[in-house]
């Protein structure tokens, strides 16, 4: 499984989350919304430390990550994170 950001998302972090050089970035799976593999379940992200790494990409000194307690969530998927043009917001996509 891998983690992949487009040029759009790495700079949406910097701008909106003020990401920087030794911080880390977490997607994890959170109750409620749904995706495309669990209903009731949607991604969530946060800035913080982690714990345990299952899976981790490095770019720029920023560490963007999910723990190995929410890898079941994406189903042996890689995680493709860019940004929705329309409302500035990030989107997800799951590819094999």
Do not use: C
């Amino acid at each position: 499984m891998n983690i992949a950001l487009t040029d759009e998302a790495l700079q949406w972090f910097k701008n909106e989350m003020e990401v920087g050089s030794g911080d880390t970035i977490r997607f994890y799976a959170r109750y409620g919304g749904s995706s495309p593999f669990h209903e009731g379940f949607s991604l969530g992200m946060t800035r913080e430390e982690p714990i345990e790494i299952g899976v981790k990409t490095v770019i720029d000194d920023v560490t963007y990550y999910i723990d190995e307690k929410d890898i079941w969530f994406f189903n042996d998927h890689n995680l493709y994170v860019d940004v929705d043009a329309t409302n500035d917001e990030l989107k997800y996509e799951y590819k094999k």
